[in-house]
């Protein structure tokens, strides 16, 4: 069965640093992965996702995640933090199979200073 | 623009009362789901629905019920609301061809349930 782990349920980041929100999976084999963001009194948004093909993964807001078979790994990362950033952030993991749901992890909330 | 309607933002209610939550998605979706989210657990999936009428069972389904007669909405139910269900229901939907493991959920606002 997957499961997803969420390094840090706080972290802070100043206004134009570096933004790194780690992720790990644990799965048999590689899984589907998601980023999600969840902006204050909002539901969820896809970032970006990972299914197939190309390891690096682009998605909205500069933001962009690597998966790392190795390391079983997927972090999200942005060079220059803006304030509009502060949120909470979901990793999430599914199978392969088509009935296989979508797991989330607890969630990371990124606060930034300015 | 696509969207994931939930009717109440806010909903105040006491033990023992039954409880809605409606939700309406106008995408054509064919899966649904209902999440509960609770600080420091992230989301975790109370039902999901990929068909009208069909209903399967989540991680978490104990004192809730679904109900799907129509594909646009898929409505959540507390038959007897008691304190521990004091919390944030999340609705989503997802096209059924992608699967229900690589789709793109699309989420609702959210429903704060408190109950008192």
């Known amino acids: 069965a997957q499961s997803v782990t969420q390094l840090g349920s706080h972290v802070s980041v100043s206004e134009g640093a570096l933004v790194l929100l780690r992720c790990n999976y644990s799965?048999?084999?590689?899984?589907?992965l998601f980023w999600y963001v969840q902006y204050p009194n909002q539901g969820l948004q896809l970032l970006l996702k990972y299914t197939t093909g190309a390891t690096l993964v682009k998605g909205i807001n500069g933001f962009e995640a690597e998966f790392k078979k190795s390391e079983t790994s997927f972090h999200l990362t942005k060079p220059s933090a803006h304030m509009s950033d502060a949120a909470e952030y979901f990793c999430?993991?599914?199978?392969?199979?088509?009935?296989?749901?979508?797991?989330f992890g607890k969630g990371t909330r990124l606060h930034i200073l300015p | 623009d696509v969207k994931v309607t939930q009717s109440s933002r806010y909903l105040v209610k006491r033990t023992g009362e039954k409880v809605f939550l409606e939700c309406v998605q106008d995408?054509?979706?064919?899966?649904m789901f209902w999440y509960r989210q609770d600080p420091g657990l992230g989301l975790r999936l109370i039902y999901f629905?990929?068909?009208?009428?069909?209903?399967e069972k989540g991680d978490i389904p104990e004192g809730y019920s679904v109900s799907r007669e129509k594909k646009e909405r898929f409505s959540l139910i507390l038959e007897s609301a008691s304190t521990n269900q004091t919390s944030m229901y999340l609705c989503?939907?997802?096209?059924?061809?992608?699967?229900?493991?690589?789709?793109?959920?699309?989420f609702g606002e959210g429903s704060r349930l408190t109950v008192l």
């Open positions: 999430a993991v599914s199978g392969l199979s088509r009935d296989d749901k979508i797991i």
């Open positions: 989503a939907s997802s096209l059924s061809g992608t699967g229900l493991n690589t789709g793109e959920l699309f």
């Open positions: 995408m054509d979706h064919e899966n």
């Open positions: 629905s990929y068909d009208v009428k069909m209903k």
């Open positions: 799965s048999s084999v590689p899984p589907y």
